[in-house]
């Protein structure tokens, strides 16, 4: 893994394993933070993006990584914690209308809660999330309005805000980004592609993506506008 | 269990089994609500509490009672959750200077963002939590600033504000009252409050109060002051 000197600011990034955290990860790196990775195991179908995430964080090199265990099936109502089938072949206008049942009741919102206690607890002033509100205009924890009144919240939250007059910023890079320009981006910092895992619906046995879901879809189209193939799509994960 | 008629709108209760969030159960089911309750096993000391929880659901009556499994020991700090000594036998005085080491980074927004989860689930627009400004000045997450802007955050987080329109409501009911006038309130409300326990730091093996940390102490002075003696110094509990 690549050393990171730590005389460097620190800084929570929150990693799925997909192709948008792995993009942010390298974002904050190249800003001259030390990333402390943040992943969540949260009963999702796709538990395997969670190696995909250890794969990311050891590629791009982290000061450290932390797997929080959360019972999000607790609550249930999406298809990525349910046995509720995944949406396959959609079109992109089926894509942009409406939430998608692939929403999580209010994830993001608990990712970032984690976050701010991580945050608070290694005294860092600076947390990333990977959300995009172009390709998943559906999700309304992706929007910049709602990004911005969760940083807002948080500086009244916490000691390191009250008594420490540390200002805590939630950095979401991608959130104005296409899916092409994320992964351009991604390209000029040096990220493997092939590392991450973005399926909603893998091989139950052989974890293999299904690149069929919208979220396969999006990241393939992305990749074609590019004139090259998702490294996902070929293995070896 | 008291019955709750299902057509009443349903409700949110943060409840941990102490004294505060038994008063707002109490005043959510007064106000007409169906109560789902909500209880956190977040590797709290004083475990115990969460049986308090139990007894109090069903002495006041819920529709149901969820308990959700959390992993606040990963970030670690503070003396609920560490082998850190909780304080004892403060006079008020030290007790309303600074954050006391009792508090968990970011707790109550972990806390109001599972109910924020559960809320959408039930198609609940209320969510009811027991927090209090004064005996807690330290607390920045027991604010009404801190509150007001959780709420604003959470009607843009999630698909029922955003595609259905509901607005979320949080309520605060003890946010600005004493200790006095909280027990004043439940005992009219008819809380039993032998049943109910506030301790940080009970015995391990009894699972009795210790009598001496602040939250003993400030329920301890709030019934002497009523003329009362604390129900839950004498046991059985």
Redo the contacts between chains.
């Keep these: 893994m690549p050393q990171t000197p730590t005389n460097l600011p620190p800084a929570v990034i929150l990693l799925s394993g997909g192709l948008d955290s792995a993009t942010t990860l390298a974002i904050a790196r190249n800003a001259g933070f030390a990333c402390h990775g943040l992943s969540f195991d949260y009963g999702q179908r796709h538990h395997i993006e969670l190696e995909a995430a250890r794969r990311v964080a050891a590629h791009l090199g982290v000061a450290e990584h932390?797997f929080?265990?959360?019972?999000?099936r607790?609550?249930?109502?999406s298809a990525l914690t349910d046995d509720i089938a995944v949406p396959k072949d959609r079109d992109p206008g089926a894509m942009s209308h409406?939430?998608p049942i692939t929403?999580v009741?209010?994830?993001?919102?608990?990712f970032?809660?984690?976050a701010?206690?991580?945050a608070?607890?290694i005294d860092a002033a600076d947390v990333f999330i990977g959300v995009n509100a172009l390709d998943y205009s559906g999700y309304?924890?992706c929007?910049p309005?709602?990004i911005e009144?969760?940083e807002?919240?948080?500086n009244?939250?916490?000691?390191a805000?009250?008594?420490a007059g540390r200002k805590l910023t939630i950095h979401a890079p991608l959130i104005e980004l296409s899916k092409v320009q994320i992964i351009q981006r991604g390209l000029e910092l040096g990220v493997d592609y092939a590392l991450t895992h973005s399926c909603y619906d893998p091989g139950a046995a052989s974890g293999r993506v299904c690149g069929r879901c919208d979220s396969c879809l999006l990241r393939r189209r992305a990749f074609e506008q590019l004139g090259l193939s998702d490294p996902a799509m070929a293995g070896p994960f």
């Design positions: 932390r929080v265990k959360l019972d999000l607790a609550f249930g109502h409406g939430i929403y009741p209010a994830r993001n919102t608990i970032l809660s984690y701010l206690a991580f608070e607890v309304p924890d929007r309005r709602y009144a969760f807002r919240m948080a009244l939250a916490t000691r805000a009250v008594e």
